[in-house]
């Protein structure tokens, strides 16, 4: 019994994993082009049990986690690997360096669900904070592949590069912070000018952090 129980929880996996092929691609589409569409579906999918949550997509952290090891494969493949001489030893190790990245891009979907929750004057608790910081994770995970790739580009010190890396990462700037104006707008009924001033504090809030965690550990 319990042989037929590995068996099938392997098929289960198999069948995820292969899945991914279609519904990582189709997310990102939607992320990237219906992203408003997207944040509210992650908020109602909430509502269902779990095994019919998020069937036509891959569910938010997973997705976010997902593009973050493809955006980490996709930087080593344009600036070449780390340079042990400046970087930490700690980060040598690819688990740690993805577990890195990985807190650091979290960072954001969490910074602006508490704000959302601030200006709501709720409480901050696990089940308020999940459903905000679950429609951010949809788009932060096009936000955080933009940055891996314009960060890469920059390091290359190359002026073509440089060009290209700041372009990628304003246009993923104004494409984030202009969404992020729309959500809070739409979420607590402000004008256009005060829910510019709530995103864009929340999101150099966002900047602030990953930056002290950066310099704390690259010292």
């Not at 780390?82 to 807190?103: E, I, V």
Request: hydrophobic share 55%; net charge negative; glycine share 6%.
């Amino acid at each position: 019994m319990d042989f037929m129980n590995i068996l099938k929880s392997f098929e289960n996996f198999i069948f995820e994993v292969v899945g991914w092929l279609y519904f990582y691609p189709r997310t990102m589409w939607l992320a990237l082009f219906r992203p408003g569409e997207m944040m509210a579906y992650a908020d109602d999918e909430l509502d269902d049990l779990p095994a019919a949550q998020y069937e036509s997509t891959i569910s938010p952290p997973l997705f976010l986690l997902i593009t973050i090891v493809l955006a980490t494969w996709a930087s080593d493949s344009i600036s070449g690997p780390d340079d042990p001489a400046t970087t930490p030893a700690l980060l040598l190790n690819w688990k740690n360096s993805l577990l890195l990245t990985a807190s650091v891009y979290s960072v954001y979907p969490l910074v602006l669900a508490i704000a959302l929750l601030r200006q709501q004057k709720r409480e901050i608790d696990r089940r308020a904070l999940r459903p905000p910081f679950y429609s951010q994770c949809f788009v932060a995970a096009p936000f955080a592949l933009a940055n891996a790739l314009a960060i890469s580009m920059l390091v290359l010190e190359n002026r073509n590069a440089t060009i290209g890396g700041a372009t990628v990462f304003f246009a993923a700037l104004i494409w984030y912070f202009v969404l992020q104006t729309r959500w809070f707008s739409g979420q607590l009924g402000v004008s256009t000018l005060r829910a510019c001033w709530i995103a864009g504090a929340a999101i150099g809030a966002g900047f602030i952090i990953t930056g002290a965690i950066l310099v704390a550990i690259f010292n």
